[in-house]
């Protein structure tokens, strides 16, 4: 299992770096998301994007802690999936 910590704002420059890190990942990952205080449509599309990945490679993708930022963000833009066990 990996463990990472999601930057404060996941704009676009920090989706393409998580991107380059989630890559090079294999197996179940966690994302501690209570750092985050503003994102993006592009962390949004990353984070449904990767989470569709691991689904599909048999493996987990968890958002841990989310900030209310993290949240509201989520539910806002219809992105509700990636808060499921919340």
Do not use: Y
């Not at 985050?36 to 994007?49: C, D, F, H, K, T």
């Amino acid at each position: 299992m990996t463990r990472l910590a999601l930057p404060s704002t996941l704009d676009l420059a920090a989706a393409t770096a998580l991107l380059d890190t989630l890559r090079g990942v294999s197996g179940d990952i966690v994302l501690d998301a209570g750092g985050v205080e503003r994102i993006g449509v592009a962390g949004i599309q990353l984070l449904l994007s990767a989470q569709g990945t691991a689904d599909g490679a048999g493996h987990a993708l968890t958002i841990e802690a989310p900030s209310e930022a993290f949240c509201t963000a989520i539910r806002i833009s219809g992105a509700d999936a990636l808060l499921a066990d919340r």
